[in-house]
């Protein structure tokens, strides 16, 4: 039986896809203005791992 082809990696999540990643290319650029157009309250990945850290231990149950 062959793997499944999504292995999921949070770092590697990060890189591809976060803030600083988006920013560094025009495309990533335009997605982020687009993004704070529509109002999105997270414009990339960052922000989920972001509002993840800032959760007491407790609540993260």
């Not at 982020?32 to 850290?53: H, V």
Request: net charge positive; charged share 45%; hydrophobic share 20%.
């Amino acid at each position: 039986m062959t793997k499944r082809t999504y292995q999921p990696k949070k770092l590697k999540r990060l890189r591809d896809l976060g803030f600083r990643s988006r920013n560094s290319t025009t495309g990533g650029k335009n997605v982020l203005k687009s993004r704070r157009q529509k109002g999105r309250k997270k414009l990339t990945i960052s922000d989920e791992f972001r509002a993840l850290k800032k959760t007491p231990r407790s609540r993260m149950k």
